[in-house]
Structures are given as C-alpha cells and as structure tokens.
C-alpha cells in the first residue's frame, strides 16, 4: 500500500521537475494576447503585419499570439494566466478590462520604449498616465454623443442651433415643442436605468452641467463637489414634464435603442456604429408584422450633449481599447514587447480601422472612412475633449454598477437630488479605498 | 391511445429546439431573424456552413478527437473502479471518501479554475491536451451512477465466490466485466459529450490555435467580430456550430442508447 | 483484509484526481479567500470577505433568486420526469426507447449553443412571443423581470435536465416485480392508486437522491444564465460569484461567497442523511 502510493508520489514530482526543463539561451519570446485580429490591407491580419514590422527590428524575436474570447466579458484568462505566473506580455482589450493591469505594479511605463507617444491626441492620454508614466497605448475606438432626429424636429417647427449655442434651455425648448405636438409618442430624450449596460449613454449628462467625476490623481470623487445633485434635479424634472418616457427607470438599454430606432426621441444619447443595424432591424420588423406602424429611418446628426449655464465646452465620452505591455523586468524582452505594442496600434493599423467606423487616436493617421457622420464626431471629440469617468482606473468595473440603482429612484422620485448624490459618492469613494 | 399521442406530442416539444437550430444554421441573416420561423428553410444556404468550416483548422478535428477518446477512457475508468469499490466494499473512511468524491458539485466549478490552471501549469501540463483532460475526468455524477449500477449485482454472488476462495481480480473478470458493458457505454456517451462541450476551460487552457479542439476553435472564430464575414450572421454561424457538432453526437448516441438504456434497466431488472 | 485493500486500490485513480484537481485548489480557493486579490499585488484581510458577505445586499437578492429556483427547478424536473415515467411506462417497450432516446437528446446538446437558441425562442420577438400574440396576450420579455425570467430559466434548465432522471427513475421503475401490480390491479386498484401508493414509495431513494442533486444543481447553474439573462433579477448565487469574481474583479471576495456556499451545500447533505438514515 505504501509502496504504491510512493510510486504516485515520484511520479508526480518527476513529471514536475520534467516539465520545468533546464534554462538555456533563447531567443526573445513575446507572448500577446489581442482581443481580435481584425483583415488589414493586401490580404494580411493585424498578427501578421504587427509581426513583420517586429522583425525589421528584431529579427529573431519569436511572437506567439493568442486571440482572447469577448463572449464571456471577464477577465478569467488574464486573471488565470497571472495567477500561473505566464502573463503575457502585451495585452489589447477593452479598456473596462485592461484597466485592471495599467497599474505601477503590472504595467511597463512606455514612455522610454514607445518611439511615437507625441502623435497621440493629449486628452486620450492624459488618462492612460499615472505621475507621468504612460501605463498604456489608446486604440481607435467609439464616440457616444447626443444624436438628434432632424425629421422629427423639423416636424414640431424647432430650428436647431448650431453647437456652440446648443444649451439645456434650447434642448428644454425642444422637449416643449415635441411635447406639444407628441405628448405621449414622442418625447424628447430618453432615459433608462434597468442595469448598467449603456449607461454612457446617460452619464454623459453629467459633463452637460460641468460635473467631474474625479480630482487628478483618482484618490477621490468630485462627482458631489462638483455639483452632481444638479444633474439629478435635472432628471427629476424631465420625469415631471413628460419630456422623457413614463417609468423609463425600468427599462433597460434594448428597449431604448428601440425607441430610438422608430424615431420616438428627439435628442438622446447615441452611437454612430448602431444607427445602421438598428434601422435595419427595426425595418425587419415592420416588414414582418401585420401592422400599419410606418417608422422608417430618418435623417440625423451628432452634437455633443447641451450645455448648461456657465459651462464652455461638454466633453463627450469616449471608449476604447488599450495596449497594456507586462513590466517583466528583462529589458531584452520588454523592448521588444513595448516595439510590438507600437506596432499593433501605429498610424496604418489605425487608419485601416477607420474604416470600420470608428473614431482615431493619432494625430498621423487619416481617417479613410466615407461615413458623413464620423468626421462630425470625431470633431466633436476634439473640439470638445473626453469625458473622463474612471474607465482607465482599475476599480472602475467595481465602481460601474453602483449608478443604475440610484438612477432608478432617482426617477421615481424616492431620492431628493441631494441624497441621490450623496449616496453616490459615497458608493464610488467606497471602492477608491 | 391518450397517452400515445401525449408522448408524440412530448417528442415534437423535446426536439423542436434542436430543429428550429438546425434550421436555423441553413438561413441567412433575413431567415433566421424570421417571426415566425420557417419550419423548413425557404432559401436555405450553406454560407453558414462554408464560413465555418472554411475558417476551421484540420488539427482541431484531431484534437477533439483525441480529447474525447482521452476523456472517456479516463472518466469511464475512474468513475467504474471507484464506484464499484463503493457499491461492495466496506472500509474504513468509506462516507468521508464519498462525499469528498461528490464533493466537485457542491462548489462553483469556475472558482476552481484558477486555481485548477496553477496545479496544471505546476504540474508541466499547461497549454496541452492532457492538462484540459485531467482535470475534468472526475465526474461525480459518473461516479454516482456507476455505484448504483454496481449496486444491482447481489452482494450474496459476491459473497459466494469469495467463499470459493476466489481472488479479487477473478471476481472482477468473471463477474463484474462482463456484465459492464451497458454503465461503460452510458459512462462513455457522458463522458464523451461532456468533454466535447467543455468550453471555458477547454479555452482557457487551449490557447494555442495548433491545439484548440471543435467547440473552440470554431467559437472564437464565430464571435471574431473583427472578420467581415463573421459579423454578418452571428447567430446562423453559431447555430451552425452547434449543429455541426450535434450530428457526430447524435449519431454516436443512437448507436449506443440500445446498449446503455438496455443495460441499466437490463440489469436492475436482474 | 484483502477485501479492503482492493477496495483503497480501485479507489487510488479517484482519490488522486481529486487530491490534485478538487483538493488542492480548492484549498487554494479556501486560501485566497483571505486576501485581497487582483493577481498583481495581493493583500491579506482576515475575515474581512467573510464579513461584507453579510452586508451585501446584491448577494442577498442572488440567494433570494436561488431559493425560487431551488423550488422550481427541483419541483420542476422531479414533476416532469416522473409524469413521463408514469406515462410511457405501460406502453410497449418500443415507446420506452423513443422517449428515452428523445429525453436525452437535450441532455446531450451543447449548453453553450443551444442558448443561443433558447435566447432566440424566448425572444420579445420570437416565437413563443408569437403564440402568444395569437393568441390575444401582449408580448411578454421573458428575460427582463425576476418575476418571468426565473421561471423561465427554470423551465429551460429543467428541459435540459430531466432526461438523465427519466432513465434512471424508469429503469427503477420498470424493475418492479410486476406480480405486485397484478396483486393491486386483482383488489380494484386504478392506475392512479398504483401509482401513488405503490411505486411512489418504492423509489423512495432514488427519489431522495434526485431531490438533493437537484437542490445542489440549482446552486451551480451560471453558464445558461449568464448567456441569456445578464440581469441581476434571475441572478443565481453562483452566477453573482462569477460577477463577483470575473466581471467585477473581486476574486478574494468571490472565493469567500463560494466558500460559504459549500459549506451551505454540505450542510444540506448531512442533513438529508440523517434524515433518510432515520426513515430507514
């Protein structure tokens, strides 16, 4: 008996020792983990073409990519790798999950290794840098503005003024006049607090009343000291004037796309990458129903969110990916890492992304795109700078989902504006800690 | 007669999911957005089809192959030995070791997987097949049934040739083997099919494309939202994914659900 | 004993697997419990998981929500799993094959997959939805409310489920000895009566056993809930462990509540041995 269980002791310990191998010279090896591979020019794959410019450089590094599965939205793969102590060394994902490792701890400062920082735009960046160290590189990515419905505010007679004079009072003289013409089919904007999924499409409210979310640093929130409690009595009376649908608090982010895509919401909170699926869908619909409903797709454009009295400019929000490169303390392969990562997000990856609709992160990289709208959004981007709520902080999937239950009495009127903010801060400042 | 048609009526229910999938992986975007759906494909296409496979590697056909022969021989194997050492042996420990042994099923599994990727990266086995296999051959609910068919065989037969003065192992060859075939046949369809839908640790531990098996590699190529073709009809790829991998299975099962269905109540019977 | 000796032999393979791939992480899992992880920088807090467990409130909803399930789910496939026994089981043998055959084949199908098309059936615009628009109700979002997503993920899981208890109860079933149902059917019993008060208690085990795996399942159920409803409403306690632990990246805080769960579900098992060992 004995004797057996020694045998499976030796064993054991022997395929241990085996596997770990005796260390010998070898050359550079990078191991990368990409949320995608997306086709670039002349037939080749983002892998491919990263690879290539790597090996002008350094011939003889060895790059091993493996493509991370976004179906299940967590960071199981990282976590384990970390955990097994083979993480690899660059990372590209979302920034709600990179955010995690752009730390001191984790991250390689880039600033010694990547040879093109100054062609990033400052206000994507300026997030990304802890005490002057840049933790990660910005990738394309969406701009969420406010999207207006020009059919249906030509319909209720209002002229829309340019951005600059776009205020909440133009926007509330709108509501009035979709109101009184629609009261009860249309409304102005919507609203929508269920969960947490799409709640940049109302954050953004907050940077309407000059609102910040954080003091530089990140040690604590502003969101109250900045003047939060306005933005909710902002909401408050949206609900009391019908300007937004009746127990919007209950509907989650689906059914607000859908108000969207049949044209119900004059102003709202919108993605340029939606409109055409949601049309499309929405047509779908219609084709297949009995019914007399005629909403097609109407003509629209993107301005950022109104500006309340005394704010100059309302930054949009803006979300994206990031290149994080592991500080694994070998100089050797973290140049390398650091040249892969330049490498994955320079100006052609970037410009061949801009076809996909999205908005760039460099200043050197021309947007090829023949979307109308992209060029409107991206100047709205830069004519008015990015909202920052937290989204490069590693607490920020903690901090996420702490909004939407205040949000939901905040529409039903269970809080006071004062007490739903005081909450909130109290929610955020608990996992700043 | 009532009870036959309510049966019909069950078997429509029970497979409509399935054929509403399978159809759905013959559709294009329009078809299979339908409401309500076509039972039968109006136009079907193969697009779905082509898109897969054209994106599928070779070596993962080969993977999952050896993953599920790996799997089965593994999970029949333990499972069989510790529940027929369960079902007539009494020892010390005995209820200790039973619920250690079931105890997988009280935890959430995916707690364990960290950890779970440690020990295999410790062990040597990281990154390769045998370690996304180890780890999930110990099947509690294999365990359990192959007790409770062990349990079938009189403890007096078992008894009797012991008094014979017959060894251990005779026991097993003249006596237990042979009336196996049925809980190895349903352990091995369990253990099969599982291994073959194991996908988050499958992905986890599989990162390598060489080595990735079916469900996964074919998975991460349908949620690439980055390919053009892929974004297109997301759901009639996925539900070709699901179909293609169902045909082996089914037909794998409809061979063997003689041997095992007959084999379990065969043998209570007896 | 050589008896015994056989026994820890063929029980070697078991116990090895399970000390590598269940015991040591598992006490990995006990371990980490007591930290603050983010895989980077650990720190050590004691208790301190333990104790924000009991002032959680989003912990207190998934509990609540298994509850439901745990009733539905077990009353669910145990209900539907006898009902097809008792049906099918004084038709002629071929019918038991085809049930059998039929009941599997959920079983068998790939979870991943197949919510995809459980998502698309139950869809606002779906089918089911369709039938119900025929039939004069107003479409129903099966997922968006507690209310109708438990239920309805209950309902799948049970279809997903119940084929696996349909052979084992029919095979008990069918083994029998038919002579009682002669003996019953000779004193005027209806097929009702058998059914109640003969075979009912005969499976009694079998049932128990079915009853605890159930209730023990209920717990563990996150990949088809995940996949359909991400909504805290039908959140399960395993699902909310998983947000924990992954989403949100409180991996020490998730270990804690898994921790806890366990020995919750042990508890449970005692339990129902001593219960059973006093019926016995």
Same mark, same amino acid.
């Given at each position: 008996?004995?004797?057996?269980?020694?045998?499976?002791?030796?064993?054991?310990?022997?395929?241990?020792?085996?596997?770990?191998?005796?260390?010998?010279?070898?050359?550079?090896?990078?191991?990368?983990?990409?949320?995608?591979?997306?086709?670039?020019?002349?037939?080749?794959?983002?892998?491919?073409?990263?690879?290539?410019?790597?090996?002008?450089?350094?011939?003889?590094?060895?790059?091993?990519?493996?493509?991370?599965?976004?179906?299940?939205?967590?960071?199981?793969?990282?976590?384990?790798?970390?955990?097994?102590?083979?993480?690899?060394?660059?990372?590209?994902?979302?920034?709600?999950?990179?955010?995690?490792?752009?730390?001191?701890?984790?991250?390689?400062?880039?600033?010694?290794?990547?040879?093109?920082?100054?062609?990033?735009?400052?206000?994507?960046?300026?997030?990304?840098?802890?005490?002057?160290?840049?933790?990660?590189?910005?990738?394309?990515?969406?701009?969420?503005?406010?999207?207006?419905?020009?059919?249906?505010?030509?319909?209720?007679?209002?002229?829309?003024?340019?951005?600059?004079?776009?205020?909440?009072?133009?926007?509330?003289?709108?509501?009035?006049?979709?109101?009184?013409?629609?009261?009860?089919?249309?409304?102005?904007?919507?609203?929508?607090?269920?969960?947490?999924?799409?709640?940049?499409?109302?954050?953004?409210?907050?940077?309407?009343?000059?609102?910040?979310?954080?003091?530089?640093?990140?040690?604590?929130?502003?969101?109250?000291?900045?003047?939060?409690?306005?933005?909710?009595?902002?909401?408050?009376?949206?609900?009391?004037?019908?300007?937004?649908?009746?127990?919007?608090?209950?509907?989650?982010?689906?059914?607000?796309?859908?108000?969207?895509?049949?044209?119900?919401?004059?102003?709202?909170?919108?993605?340029?990458?939606?409109?055409?699926?949601?049309?499309?869908?929405?047509?779908?619909?219609?084709?297949?129903?009995?019914?007399?409903?005629?909403?097609?797709?109407?003509?629209?454009?993107?301005?950022?969110?109104?500006?309340?009295?005394?704010?100059?400019?309302?930054?949009?929000?803006?979300?994206?990916?990031?290149?994080?490169?592991?500080?694994?303390?070998?100089?050797?392969?973290?140049?390398?890492?650091?040249?892969?990562?330049?490498?994955?997000?320079?100006?052609?990856?970037?410009?061949?992304?801009?076809?996909?609709?999205?908005?760039?992160?460099?200043?050197?990289?021309?947007?090829?795109?023949?979307?109308?709208?992209?060029?409107?959004?991206?100047?709205?981007?830069?004519?008015?700078?990015?909202?920052?709520?937290?989204?490069?902080?590693?607490?920020?999937?903690?901090?996420?989902?702490?909004?939407?239950?205040?949000?939901?009495?905040?529409?039903?009127?269970?809080?006071?504006?004062?007490?739903?903010?005081?909450?909130?801060?109290?929610?955020?400042?608990?996992?700043?800690? | 007669? !009532? %009870?036959?048609?309510?049966?019909?009526?069950?078997? =429509? @229910? $029970?497979?409509?999911? &399935?054929?509403?999938? /399978?159809?759905? #992986?013959?559709?294009?975007?329009?078809?299979?957005?339908?409401?309500?759906?076509?039972?039968?494909?109006?136009?079907?296409?193969?697009?779905?089809?082509?898109?897969?496979?054209?994106?599928?590697? !070779? %070596?993962?056909?080969?993977?999952?192959?050896?993953? =599920? @022969? $790996?799997?089965?021989? &593994?999970?029949?194997? /333990?499972?069989? #030995?510790?529940?027929?050492?369960?079902?007539?042996?009494?020892?010390?420990?005995?209820?200790?070791?039973?619920?250690?042994?079931?105890?997988?099923?009280?935890?959430?599994?995916?707690?364990?997987? !960290?950890?779970?990727?440690?020990?295999?990266?410790?062990?040597? @086995?990281?990154?390769?097949?045998?370690?996304?296999?180890?780890?999930?051959?110990?099947?509690?609910?294999?365990?359990?049934?192959?007790?409770?068919?062990?349990?079938?065989?009189?403890?007096?037969?078992?008894?009797?040739?012991?008094?014979?003065?017959?060894?251990?192992?005779?026991?097993?060859?003249?006596?237990?083997?042979?009336?196996?075939?049925?809980?190895?046949?349903?352990?091995?369809?369990?253990?099969?099919?599982?291994?073959?839908?194991?996908?988050?640790?499958?992905?986890?531990?599989?990162?390598?494309?060489?080595?990735?098996?079916?469900?996964?590699?074919?998975?991460?190529?349908?949620?690439?939202?980055?390919?053009?073709?892929?974004?297109?009809?997301?759901?009639?790829?996925?539900?070709?994914?699901?179909?293609?991998?169902?045909?082996?299975?089914?037909?794998?099962?409809?061979?063997?659900?003689?041997?095992?269905?007959?084999?379990?109540?065969?043998?209570?019977?007896? | 004993?050589?008896?015994?000796?056989?026994?820890?032999?063929?029980?070697?393979?078991?116990?090895?697997?399970?000390?590598?791939?269940?015991?040591?992480?598992?006490?990995?899992?006990?371990?980490?419990?007591?930290?603050?992880?983010?895989?980077?920088?650990?720190?050590?807090?004691?208790?301190?998981?333990?104790?924000?467990?009991?002032?959680?409130?989003?912990?207190?909803?998934?509990?609540?929500?298994?509850?439901?399930?745990?009733?539905?789910?077990?009353?669910?496939?145990?209900?539907?799993?006898?009902?097809?026994?008792?049906?099918?089981?004084?038709?002629?043998?071929?019918?038991?094959?085809?049930?059998?055959?039929?009941?599997?084949?959920?079983?068998?199908?790939?979870?991943?997959?197949?919510?995809?098309?459980?998502?698309?059936?139950?869809?606002?615009?779906?089918?089911?939805?369709?039938?119900?628009?025929?039939?004069?109700?107003?479409?129903?979002?099966?997922?968006?409310?507690?209310?109708?997503?438990?239920?309805?993920?209950?309902?799948?899981?049970?279809?997903?489920?119940?084929?696996?208890?349909?052979?084992?109860?029919?095979?008990?079933?069918?083994?029998?000895?038919?002579?009682?149902?002669?003996?019953?059917?000779?004193?005027?019993?209806?097929?009702?009566?058998?059914?109640?008060?003969?075979?009912?208690?005969?499976?009694?085990?079998?049932?128990?056993?079915?009853?605890?795996?159930?209730?023990?399942?209920?717990?563990?159920?996150?990949?088809?809930?995940?996949?359909?409803?991400?909504?805290?409403?039908?959140?399960?306690?395993?699902?909310?462990?998983?947000?924990?632990?992954?989403?949100?990246?409180?991996?020490?805080?998730?270990?804690?509540?898994?921790?806890?769960?366990?020995?919750?579900?042990?508890?449970?098992?005692?339990?129902?041995?001593?219960?059973?060992?006093?019926?016995?």
């Amino acid at each position: 008996m004995k004797k057996l269980f020694i045998l499976i002791l030796l064993l054991s310990v022997s395929l241990t020792i085996f596997a770990n191998g005796g260390e010998e010279e070898k050359p550079v090896t990078v191991t990368a983990l990409i949320a995608g591979n997306p086709a670039q020019p002349n037939g080749k794959t983002l892998m491919e073409v990263a690879t290539e410019k790597l090996h002008q450089d350094f011939p003889n590094a060895i790059v091993e990519f493996n493509i991370a599965d976004l179906s299940e939205g967590s960071t199981l793969t990282m976590d384990a790798m970390l955990a097994a102590g083979n993480a690899p060394n660059v990372y590209s994902d979302y920034i709600g999950r990179t955010s995690k490792y752009m730390v001191p701890e984790y991250a390689l400062p880039l600033n010694d290794y990547v040879t093109d920082l100054d062609q990033y735009f400052e206000s994507v960046m300026k997030p990304l840098t802890i005490n002057g160290d840049v933790m990660g590189l910005p990738t394309p990515g969406g701009i969420y503005a406010m999207c207006i419905n020009l059919d249906l505010l030509e319909d209720v007679g209002y002229d829309l003024p340019s951005q600059e004079n776009w205020t909440v009072d133009e926007f509330l003289k709108m509501c009035a006049m979709v109101k009184a013409k629609y009261d009860g089919e249309k409304w102005g904007t919507g609203m929508f607090a269920a969960n947490q999924s799409g709640d940049y499409l109302i954050n953004n409210w907050f940077a309407s009343f000059g609102v910040s979310y954080y003091a530089d640093g990140y040690d604590y929130t502003t969101i109250k000291s900045t003047g939060g409690a306005k933005v909710y009595e902002f909401f408050q009376s949206l609900v009391e004037n019908d300007y937004i649908p009746p127990n919007s608090g209950t509907l989650a982010d689906d059914y607000y796309v859908t108000q969207w895509a049949k044209g119900e919401l004059a102003a709202t909170g919108f993605f340029e990458g939606w409109t055409e699926n949601y049309f499309k869908s929405w047509e779908n619909e219609i084709k297949n129903k009995e019914t007399e409903e005629t909403y097609g797709r109407f003509s629209y454009t993107f301005y950022p969110f109104p500006k309340a009295e005394g704010v100059d400019k309302v930054p949009a929000y803006f979300i994206n990916h990031t290149v994080v490169v592991h500080n694994t303390g070998d100089r050797r392969t973290d140049e390398v890492a650091a040249r892969l990562a330049q490498y994955l997000n320079d100006a052609d990856i970037q410009e061949n992304a801009s076809l996909s609709n999205v908005c760039l992160t460099r200043k050197d990289a021309e947007n090829l795109s023949d979307s109308v709208m992209i060029p409107v959004i991206t100047k709205i981007g830069e004519d008015n700078g990015i909202f920052d709520v937290g989204l490069s902080q590693p607490w920020f999937a903690a901090v996420r989902p702490k909004h939407y239950p205040i949000l939901q009495k905040v529409l039903a009127g269970d809080l006071t504006p004062e007490e739903a903010i005081t909450a909130y801060e109290a929610a955020i400042n608990e996992e700043l800690e | 007669m !009532i %009870r036959k048609i309510t049966v019909l009526m069950l078997v =429509v @229910i $029970l497979l409509l999911p &399935l054929w509403l999938m /399978i159809i759905g #992986s013959f559709q294009d975007i329009n078809g299979v957005m339908k409401m309500p759906p076509d039972l039968l494909p109006k136009d079907p296409t193969l697009k779905n089809y082509t898109a897969i496979l054209g994106s599928a590697d !070779i %070596r993962w056909f080969f993977n999952s192959a050896f993953i =599920v @022969i $790996l799997s089965i021989v &593994l999970s029949v194997g /333990i499972s069989c #030995s510790a529940g027929y050492a369960m079902a007539h042996f009494d020892f010390k420990f005995k209820k200790l070791i039973w619920i250690l042994l079931l105890s997988q099923i009280m935890i959430p599994i995916i707690t364990l997987y !960290i950890p779970r990727y440690v020990v295999i990266k410790h062990l040597g @086995i990281s990154g390769t097949i045998w370690g996304a296999v180890f780890p999930c051959v110990l099947s509690p609910m294999g365990i359990y049934l192959a007790k409770i068919y062990f349990e079938t065989i009189p403890d007096s037969i078992m008894e009797s040739a012991r008094l014979d003065g017959a060894s251990e192992i005779r026991i097993l060859r003249s006596i237990v083997v042979p009336i196996s075939k049925p809980i190895i046949t349903a352990l091995a369809l369990f253990g099969g099919v599982g291994s073959l839908s194991n996908y988050i640790w499958q992905m986890l531990v599989l990162q390598k494309t060489a080595r990735q098996p079916l469900l996964v590699g074919l998975m991460k190529a349908v949620n690439n939202f980055s390919d053009p073709i892929m974004r297109l009809n997301p759901l009639g790829r996925c539900m070709a994914v699901g179909s293609f991998l169902l045909f082996p299975i089914i037909i794998i099962f409809a061979f063997t659900s003689r041997y095992f269905t007959e084999g379990i109540s065969g043998a209570i019977k007896e | 004993m050589s008896n015994k000796r056989a026994a820890y032999i063929l029980l070697i393979p078991g116990l090895v697997f399970f000390l590598l791939f269940v015991g040591w992480p598992l006490i990995e899992v006990v371990r980490l419990s007591f930290f603050k992880i983010n895989f980077i920088n650990d720190k050590f807090v004691g208790l301190k998981n333990y104790l924000k467990i009991f002032s959680d409130k989003t912990f207190y909803t998934a509990l609540l929500n298994n509850v439901f399930y745990m009733v539905l789910y077990t009353a669910g496939v145990c209900i539907v799993s006898l009902s097809t026994c008792f049906l099918v089981f004084n038709l002629p043998k071929k019918w038991h094959d085809l049930t059998r055959f039929v009941v599997y084949v959920p079983v068998i199908s790939s979870g991943v997959i197949l919510s995809q098309t459980w998502k698309y059936i139950f869809h606002i615009n779906g089918p089911i939805n369709w039938i119900i628009a025929k039939l004069g109700i107003k479409p129903v979002a099966f997922f968006q409310s507690g209310v109708t997503g438990i239920p309805t993920i209950s309902a799948i899981l049970t279809f997903q489920i119940f084929g696996i208890y349909v052979i084992i109860l029919l095979a008990n079933m069918l083994s029998i000895d038919k002579q009682i149902f002669d003996a019953a059917k000779i004193d005027g019993a209806s097929n009702g009566q058998i059914n109640r008060f003969i075979i009912l208690p005969l499976m009694k085990k079998q049932l128990g056993m079915m009853i605890l795996l159930n209730v023990i399942g209920s717990f563990g159920v996150v990949e088809t809930v995940l996949l359909l409803a991400p909504y805290e409403h039908t959140a399960t306690v395993t699902y909310h462990i998983y947000q924990t632990a992954f989403v949100i990246g409180k991996y020490g805080y998730g270990a804690a509540q898994a921790i806890l769960l366990f020995i919750f579900i042990i508890g449970l098992t005692l339990v129902k041995n001593r219960v059973s060992k006093e019926e016995a």
